[in-house]
Nanobody
């Protein structure tokens, strides 16, 4: 079992920045991918960014490329999402996720095994 706890959400102005954190604990030894997903009211959950933990390879949704950066500290089992130039369409609950296999489509929620509780990000003028 892997436990994931997100933090760092809040309210920011358009164009502002936030950094989300995800602390992982438990059986993390074979966690190959970690990712951030988000879900706005009435919308499907969507993949935002993912990282292959062993190499640092990353991928992003087109909507956040150039604005968001995913990173990790493997030694501390912590995942980050640096969010810059925030837009109203970034309003959502953001979830941290982990996958314990290599055959993963990185931004496909169904390939992930463990999930955090979510943290709210609100972007306003």
């Amino acid at each position: 079992q892997v436990q994931l706890v997100e933090s760092g959400g809040g309210s920011v102005q358009i164009g502002g920045s936030l950094r989300l954190s995800c602390a992982a604990s438990g059986s993390t030894y074979n966690t190959y991918y970690m990712a951030w997903f988000r879900q706005a009211p009435g919308k499907e959950r969507e993949g935002v960014a993912a990282i292959f933990t062993m190499s640092g390879w990353t991928t992003y949704a087109d909507s956040v490329k150039g604005r968001f950066t995913i990173s990790r500290d493997n030694a501390r089992n912590t995942l980050y999402l640096q969010m810059n130039s925030l837009k109203p369409e970034d309003n959502a609950v953001y979830y941290c996720a982990a996958a314990q296999r290599r055959a993963v489509i990185p931004l496909n929620q169904h390939d992930y095994d463990y999930w955090g509780q979510g943290t709210q990000v609100t972007v306003s003028s």
